[in-house]
């Protein structure tokens, strides 16, 4: 981009705002191509008002009003959250319901990677023993324990990736019984069934917490629909629940505790390493969709360019989710009327209104969610931030809705209703089943999850020229003019077949970054 000619991006004509997109903004005084003299410094990412603006008049981005001017704003002002007064959510009635019948995507067939295949059913993209906790209290021993398999026994298993602890604040101290205790508890129950995992469960209990481990994993969780490969995770229900119970009076010492996890995770790993690679078609991948650290250029580049693979991946069989509420709650109009069906729409509707009962518990609104990171990065409010956030789902019909913690079971384009948190909104992801993560960011978050490969897409070149090795997509080259929506959502297309055969690597993968499991609890902890 050259820095010296103005650039600014209008999303619809019926706009009276644009982006600034030159790196470093622009000063007062720059001329933009329309003649428009700029009245102050805009930062990069950041509103200018094209038009005079009345005072009360809407400011329209995306084509909707993203507020109403406090006071009268010149046109060539700065137009940032302090000059607007943010439009009340959109009620849940009287919303369009499956109005949007766009023609059947052409499907995307002949695409392939090689993914390991599982007893239920499910194809993971990695190979990866984990190790289930019941509560937080084992977590230092369980830590302990890894290391130890990492360094003495995982380098005699070379089909295996990894050894990882699902470590998570839950278990103890809890209303396990409350209205929405089921929430955490079947999150974690489904996080060990991932894909990635093989279908080897193996749980660390203290014994005396709440959450016992029949509770977590009852009869009846292992649910096997293909006979091929039985052998390998195990003959009956029974013998997976392997459970290593740090209480039991057979320890004696804290060596007697980690060798108990050590022997019992030697066996888990010679199964997982029994296992090959082996080409399965595209339609296998589960991938999960999500923002954080957002900028106004998401919904300008990184997102649109998620959305354009969204429909690929759909056009290919796969399954995709897309969550995040609040940060959707502000276009419910735009899902429900893309719904495949009234009983889709309504369900949406349903866990909007759950949350939004939520947030009122709390006493806050949808206004909570902007950061100030999401500010200084030109986003001005929630729902300017929400318009940006939709357009990772792509144009695809909807066509299922998922409660938090529940698990996958459908293809196509799923909206997976989450908190907007990226470590809570990552965590009920991999209880669905994920196995492969897209994350876009503008502002730059070295967010990772140990469980599957988490691919991040740049908004910008500059961050993509700073992070170098910490962002994998650089989507900003849609704003620099030198790549369209489309040849980045290819390019993000194909580089998620190379990253699920485990031909590359991730950023994330390389340096081993991770970030700890949230589980979502709206249950009291006593």
């Not at 993203?66 to 919303?95: C, F, Q, T, Y």
């Not at 059947?104 to 993971?124: K, M």
């Not at 193996?202 to 039985?230: A, H, W, Y």
């Not at 196995?435 to 070149?461: D, E, Q």
Request: proline content about 6%; hydrophobic content about 40%; overall charge negative.
């Amino acid at each position: 981009m050259n820095i010296s000619e103005p650039l600014t991006i209008r999303m619809y004509e019926r706009d009276n705002v644009a982006i600034v997109a030159n790196d470093g903004g622009l000063p007062p005084g720059a001329v933009l191509p329309s003649g428009l003299v700029l009245r102050e410094r805009v930062p990069q990412g950041h509103k200018v008002a094209l038009v005079d603006i009345e005072a009360d008049a809407p400011v329209l981005r995306y084509g909707i009003p993203i507020g109403h001017a406090l006071n009268a704003i010149a046109a060539g002002s700065w137009v940032h959250e302090r000059l607007l007064k943010m439009p009340d959510a959109r009620g849940l009635d009287g919303l369009p319901i499956s109005t949007v019948k766009p023609p059947p995507l052409p499907a995307l067939d002949g695409h392939t990677f090689e993914g390991f295949r599982n007893a239920d059913g499910t194809v993971g993209t990695r190979n990866i023993l984990a190790i289930t906790t019941t509560v937080q209290c084992v977590a230092g021993v369980l830590d302990f324990a890894v290391q130890r398999i990492k360094a003495e026994l995982l380098p005699k298993f070379a089909n295996v990736d990894d050894v990882i602890g699902l470590e998570h604040t839950y278990g103890c101290g809890v209303a396990i019984d409350a209205p929405g205790a089921e929430i955490p508890i079947r999150t974690l129950r489904h996080i060990s069934l991932n894909p990635n995992f093989g279908g080897e469960v193996m749980v660390v209990s203290l014994g005396c917490e709440k959450l016992q481990p029949e509770r977590l994993m009852p009869p009846g969780t292992f649910e096997i629909v293909d006979e091929r490969n039985v052998a390998d995770v195990g003959a009956s229900e029974e013998a997976k629940l392997d459970v290593v119970c740090l209480q039991d009076e057979a320890h004696v010492g804290f060596m007697s505790m980690i060798e108990s996890i050590m022997r019992q995770a030697e066996e888990h790993l010679e199964r997982l390493n029994a296992r090959r690679r082996e080409t399965v078609p595209a339609s296998e991948l589960v991938v999960g969709v999500q923002c954080g650290g957002s900028d106004a250029f998401s919904g300008v580049t990184a997102n649109p360019a998620v959305g354009f693979c969204t429909d690929l991946l759909v056009r290919a069989g796969a399954a995709v989710m897309f969550s995040e509420t609040t940060e959707v709650r502000d276009g419910i109009d735009q899902l429900t009327s893309r719904a495949t069906t009234p009983e889709v729409a309504q369900r949406m509707i349903d866990e909007m209104a759950w949350y939004d009962a939520y947030l009122q518990r709390g006493k806050v609104d949808r206004s909570a969610n902007t950061t100030p990171g999401n500010k200084k990065g030109g986003l001005s409010n929630i729902v300017e931030k929400a318009m940006g956030s939709i357009v990772k789902s792509g144009s695809a019909p909807i066509s299922n809705v998922l409660s938090p913690g529940e698990k996958l079971k459908a293809k196509g384009l799923t909206y997976a209703a989450t908190p907007a948190s990226d470590f809570i909104c990552g965590t009920l992801q991999l209880a669905a089943g994920m196995n492969l993560h897209v994350f876009t960011t503008g502002r730059g978050t070295p967010y990772g999850l140990a469980a599957v490969p988490v691919i991040k897409v740049a908004t910008r070149s500059d961050l993509a020229r700073r992070w170098h090795d910490l962002m994998d997509v650089n989507a900003g080259t849609i704003a620099d003019g030198t790549a369209t929506i489309e040849d980045v959502g290819w390019e993000l297309f194909n580089l998620m077949l190379e990253v699920a055969s485990g031909k590359k690597k991730t950023w994330a993968e390389q340096w081993k970054l991770h970030n700890a499991l949230v589980l979502f609890n709206p249950a009291p902890v006593t």
